[in-house]
């Protein structure tokens, strides 16, 4: 699995989780996320699948592999703002980031990320 493909899931996840999400529920899916009301920009009108949100779930764990809570935090702006939720510049420039380090970083984490569901994967293989 690609950098590219982790981060495509994520964004598909926060979409999905942005759809059937309700507002008059527990807040638990949002709670290691910065702002859920970042997600505007979503069709509420779209049905998921039962495949869709399987997925969503599974591609949402994966941030729990971020060891590091800054990094993972900045990787989950990026994701909301792609999803829909933002100007990823604009989040930068409220927390102070260089936006172009932060792209940069994202991308080191993403590869880190790769490279454990990768071995992940193979562990489960083998036994």
């Not at 971020?66 to 510049?89: H, N, S, W, Y």
């Amino acid at each position: 699995m690609t950098s590219e493909t982790i981060l495509t899931r994520l964004i598909e996840a926060v979409e999905v989780i942005a759809i059937i999400g309700k507002s008059d529920g527990p807040r638990t899916t949002w709670a290691a996320w910065p702002d859920p009301n970042m997600i505007r920009k979503v069709r509420r009108s779209r049905i998921c699948s039962a495949q869709e949100i399987a997925r969503a779930e599974e591609a949402l764990t994966w941030f729990a592999l971020i060891d590091d809570p800054d990094a993972r935090r900045a990787l989950q702006f990026e994701v909301m703002c792609k999803a829909g939720g933002g100007k990823f510049t604009q989040v930068c420039k409220n927390f102070g980031w260089e936006r172009s380090t932060v792209l940069k970083r994202n991308r080191v984490v993403l590869k880190k990320l790769s490279e454990k569901l990768i071995l992940g994967s193979i562990s489960r293989q083998a036994a």
